[in-house]
């Protein structure tokens, strides 16, 4: 029977035959196409707020269950059992990426995430990999993607990730979460030389990985500059955006070559400063925290992508009716075409899976009496 199960997944594990998409509402929105009702997923949709990622999770180390393809398929699915969400994101981590650079990191329950040994001078950057072999030391991800695509059974579309260049710098100097990244900070105005070097070596492999995930069989990938809001909109056009437009012109030419066409989604939290240059950097769609204003938002993109996010996560504290006025307003606020309903960031452990719900059903009840019910008149 465990010869026969690991025998299926063996097959499944190739990035090939995968079952019929039957809902593309995401895939459609993020294009710029109709869609008959808005679709939705929330970030850190498979995690701690549900009992059952909790169970699942219990006593394992984190990142042995991100290097697990049968625990990373199982987690990123737990959601899509229990909401009617348009979208799923595998389970993993942006931290898998300094890893395979060389950086140790441990996931210390309480704490978070914490490099042992950080970047601290320019000179340690010869501790990092000069080759990195994307495909062995990032495998157990591509092999996650694969299986996952293959078990969601075309359920919803299937999104992988990664950390964008000056996030996943600043984790790797700081080692851990940070109130004011500083240090990293320190770097941009001490180091400026060698921090393009790191922002450089972070983007090659950054491209590498998101190929990587597409051969896998995901299909969009979003870049997440967590840590955008800490940098002025100079040091932001100095030290990320011109990276997020590299990943995206790079891994679209290399994809355009395989005849792959996959949307990507770009989030610089608290970048409401960039937008403009957002829109206008080869990403499809821009998803957007809640402290921008969605008209606001339309305008300052002029239609040229879709947009996603941006309720205040906070507002899931709310009761259920209260929830659908916030959705309503919002809806009304970006539309209902070309755009993607989400949280302006990660969901809470604490949140009730019930608010999430409410969440899941306004949106797609709200869009479709906006669109009429949803009748013909959108094809
Ligand atoms: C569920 C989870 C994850 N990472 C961490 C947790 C909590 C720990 C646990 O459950 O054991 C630790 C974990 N990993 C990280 C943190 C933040 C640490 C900090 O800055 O304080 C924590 C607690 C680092 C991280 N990790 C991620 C980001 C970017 C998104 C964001 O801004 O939240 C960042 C900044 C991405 C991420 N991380 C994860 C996903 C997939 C799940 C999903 O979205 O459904 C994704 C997309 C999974």
Known sequence: MAAAMAMSNAVLCEPKDFPVLKNDTFLRAAR?????????????????????????????DFFDTCRSPEACCELTLQPLRRFDFDASIIFSDILVVPQAMGLEVQMVPGKGPTFPDPLKDPEDLQRLKTEVDVKKELDYVFKA?????????GKVPLIGFTGAPWTLMAYMIEGGGSKTQSKAKAWLYRHPAASHML?????????????????????????????????????????????LRDIARRVKDRLKETGQDLPMIVFAKDAHYALEDLSQSYYEVVSLDWTID???????????????????????????????????????????????????????????PAAVGAFVDAVHQHSRRMNGDGGDKLQ
């Open 32 to 60: 710029g196409q109709q869609t008959q009702h808005v679709p939705v997923w929330c970030m850190r949709q498979a995690g701690r707020y549900l009992p059952e990622f909790k169970e699942y999770r219990a006593g394992k």
């Open 145 to 153: 993607i694969t299986l996952t695509r293959h078990k969601i059974e």
């Open 199 to 243: 922002l450089k070596r972070l983007t090659d492999v950054v491209v590498d990985y998101l190929l990587g995930q597409a051969a896998a069989g995901a299909q969009a990938l979003q870049v997440f500059d967590s840590n955008a809001g800490f940098l002025g909109p100079q040091e932001f056009k100095e030290f990320s955006l011109p990276y």
């Open 294 to 352: 969605p008209r606001s938002a339309r305008e300052r993109t002029g239609g040229s992508v879709s947009l996603q996010g941006n309720m205040d996560p906070c507002a899931l504290y709310a009761p259920k009716e209260r929830i659908s006025e916030v959705v309503q307003k919002m809806l009304e606020g970006f539309g209902t075409q070309r755009y993607v309903a989400n949280l302006g960031h990660g969901l809470y452990p604490d949140m009730d």
